[in-house]
């Protein structure tokens, strides 16, 4: 990386960050929600650990994974936001008359997601674990727990950058949230994927890449080193974030028209 | 020649609830969601989740879609009466509510029209939600007056919601009140027994929901598709309860509504 692009990325990563930590209305609904939820959910279901083939006896190891995923669906719509109150506020007309580059742009603005995602990432494995939630990989399995988790949120992080610089529209990067929740509760969230009965939703499950994203964490936390769901994880988050950034850069140059 | 008449409580409710209702019916935005969300929860819970019914001390002969439809029949109702709660902020941001406080000689029928826009558009979702159950091949085991206490007990639940989305609204008159409005319904609705009876909960959950109100209507709802009532009396005590009490919180941000100007 050349000294003047080192530049650009870290004013704009360090102008990202601050934004990101100076906004508790971000932060805090993605720390607790997933929290609330997790705790509703581990006692609620804490029976289907009674099922024939559960890989678990703990709930709330099993449900461990899901905080992870819905903390970064809310880098889909904090990411997004900020680039939008950019446009819409003439910030990024602004940059425009700059030398700025692109590719500088978008890493410097995912890097509020990716302190939002070690934020989360450490909070909810430590309130897990807290709570009496299993870590079969040990130490050195909570910190590929907590880079998986980064590398997820920041992969969700560049759809919300697309939407948000395709459509220029906050309600539009709003609006991707609850689409983004459909995956998530049309996956193997609740239950394993062999333990879902009606063959339809087995079927959505299979297909949905958030089933295999949770059964990367999940891996972690029940199994051990499974290098095969790991990979699997990786594989498809590194996809979601090569496929967010080119269809983000591509947005960005129709975006920035410079004058 | 005499002065008009002032419009009574009844024509003011009607008119507002027409425009309400028409609002909702003619943009997607708030229609969409509406009935899209309920369908979603119930699809994912009753689908993905229907394992649960074979986990030992499960007794609910009527099947897991039928015991996950109630659930969201009443999350339906109170999410119904909360989108409503999302309208009134916004006549207050647009200044439209105003203009209502201005012309109604009784300003009751404001809130009371509301109300009524609020059960239009639970029935709307209830009647969609109702008819994909049944096309899921829901079992239903109660009878006609069983189905109708079912129902019943989902008006209760939506007037409750109403009055307290209303309330809220009133006051803060903004729709950044929006969270204020919907968070504690969602975290009253599942900290009740969502996903099993509450006698399979244990520990903690288990103690909140053997307080929480909604568990009772939840129970007595369930009891009424499966055509073995059960704690009836207790939960028309507190769906008969609930919306007296929010009214009441109601007409207190109507007040405060009033004197804000």
Do not use: C
């Not at chain 1, 997790?38 to 099993?62: E, I, M, R, W």
């Not at chain 2, 509301?114 to 899921?136: D, E, K, M, N």
């Amino acid at each position: 990386m050349s000294g003047g692009l080192r530049t650009q990325v870290g004013q704009l990563a360090h102008r990202s960050v601050l934004r990101t930590l100076r906004q508790p209305a971000q932060i805090v609904p993605a720390l607790i929600f997933p929290l609330f939820l997790l705790a509703v959910n581990s006692g609620g279901l804490k029976d289907a650990t009674n099922l024939p083939g559960f890989p678990t006896d703990s709930y709330l190891t099993f449900a461990l994974a899901v905080p992870f995923m819905q903390g970064a669906l809310f880098s889909v719509v904090t990411a997004g936001t900020d680039i939008d109150r950019d446009i819409e506020t003439g910030f990024l007309n602004r940059l425009a008359l700059t030398p700025l580059r692109g590719a500088a742009l978008l890493s410097g603005l995912l890097a509020g997601a990716v302190v939002l995602g070690l934020l989360q990432a450490v909070t909810y494995l430590v309130v897990g674990l807290t709570a009496g939630a299993d870590l079969a990989a040990g130490f050195a399995g909570a910190l590929t727990i907590v880079v998986l988790s980064v590398t997820v949120t920041v992969a969700f992080g560049t759809v919300g950058l697309f939407a948000a610089l395709r459509t220029g529209s906050g309600e539009a990067v709003q609006s991707l949230f609850p689409v983004f929740f459909v995956f998530l509760f049309l996956s193997s969230m609740a239950l394993p994927l062999d333990l879902i009965q009606s063959d339809w939703f087995h079927a959505i499950a299979s297909a949905n890449p958030v089933s295999y994203l949770l059964q990367a964490f999940r891996s972690l936390l029940i199994e051990g080193w499974n290098l095969g769901e790991l990979a699997l994880g990786f594989g498809i988050a590194l996809t979601i974030l090569a496929l967010g950034m080119y269809a983000a850069a591509g947005a960005l140059k129709t975006r920035l028209v410079r004058t | 020649m005499s002065a008009p008449r002032p419009a009574g409580l009844r024509t003011i409710a009607l008119a507002v609830a027409w425009r309400s209702i028409h609002n909702f019916l003619t943009n997607p935005a708030f229609l969409v969601p509406a009935i899209v969300f309920p369908l979603f929860f119930f699809v994912s819970f009753a689908g993905g989740l229907s394992a649960i019914a074979n986990v030992p001390g499960f007794d609910f002969p009527t099947g897991y879609t039928a015991f996950q439809f109630v659930f969201v029949l009443l999350q339906s109702a109170a999410f119904g009466g909360v989108f409503t709660g999302f309208g009134i902020a916004r006549d207050f941001e647009t200044g439209f509510a105003q203009r209502y406080l201005l012309a109604a000689s009784s300003r009751g029928g404001i809130v009371a029209g509301y109300a009524l826009a609020a059960l239009a558009r639970a029935f709307i979702t209830w009647t969609v939600l109702t008819a994909i159950a049944l096309v899921f091949g829901m079992n239903v085991d109660g009878s006609g007056v069983e189905l109708i206490g079912l129902y019943g007990l989902a008006v209760l639940v939506n007037l409750t919601a109403t009055m307290w989305a209303a309330g809220v609204a009133m006051r803060v008159r903004s729709i950044q009140g929006g969270p204020l409005m919907q968070l504690p319904v969602f975290l009253i609705l599942f900290l009740a027994p969502v996903y099993v009876p509450l006698s399979l909960l244990s520990g903690w959950i288990h103690a909140v929901a053997s307080v929480n109100p909604i568990t009772a209507l939840l129970e007595a709802g369930r009891g009424f598709i499966s055509g073995d009532p059960t704690v009836i009396a207790l939960a028309l005590t507190v769906g008969a309860t609930l919306p007296v009490l929010f009214a009441l919180w109601a007409r207190g941000g109507l007040r405060r509504a009033e004197a804000a100007g």
